[in-house]
C-alpha cells in the first residue's frame, strides 16, 4: 500500500510564508507526477499545482500563479510547495497526490491515484 505523509501546515498571518512537504511512506515508487491540492470547508477540492518527477514540468492553478512554487527532490524523493503571499482564501486542508502514469492533464483530481491525508493551512487575516 502506497501512502503519501505531508507535513507543514500550520497557523499564519496573511503575507506570510509556508512550505510544504510530502514523501511516500512505505511502499515507494517510481512516481510520473505529483500535485497538490486542497479543500477549503464548504467547497470541492480543487487543483493547486503538478510537477512531472523527471522533466521537472510545473502546472499552476490561476489562483496561485506568481505566489506558489511546486518543486521536487529526487534524492530526497519529496514533494515540495513554497506558498508565499499566502491570503485568508488560501485556508484549506492541502492534499498531496501522486500517479504512475502519465496523464494528458493534471488538472483534474482523476489524473492522480494515489493521495495523502491532508495538512491543515489556515491564513488569519
Known amino acids: 500500500q502506497v501512502r503519501l505523509v505531508e507535513s507543514g501546515g500550520g497557523l499564519v498571518q496573511a503575507g506570510g510564508s509556508l512550505r510544504l512537504s510530502c514523501a511516500p511512506a512505505g511502499r515507494t515508487f517510481s512516481m510520473y507526477a505529483m500535485g497538490w491540492f486542497r479543500q477549503a470547508p464548504g467547497k470541492e477540492r480543487e487543483f493547486v499545482a503538478a510537477?512531472?518527477?523527471?522533466?521537472?514540468?510545473?502546472y499552476y492553478a490561476d489562483s496561485v500563479k506568481g505566489r506558489f512554487t511546486i518543486s521536487r527532490d529526487n534524492a530526497k524523493n519529496t514533494l515540495y510547495l513554497q506558498m508565499n503571499s499566502l491570503k485568508p482564501e488560501d485556508t484549506a486542508v492541502y492534499y498531496c497526490?501522486?500517479?504512475?502514469?502519465?496523464?494528458?492533464?493534471?488538472?483534474?483530481?482523476?489524473?492522480?491515484?494515489?493521495w495523502g491525508q491532508g495538512t491543515q493551512v489556515t491564513v488569519s487575516s
Open positions: 497526490a501522486a500517479d504512475r502514469y502519465y496523464r494528458s492533464t493534471y488538472y483534474s483530481e482523476s489524473a492522480f491515484t494515489y
Open positions: 510537477i512531472t518527477w523527471s522533466e521537472g514540468a510545473t
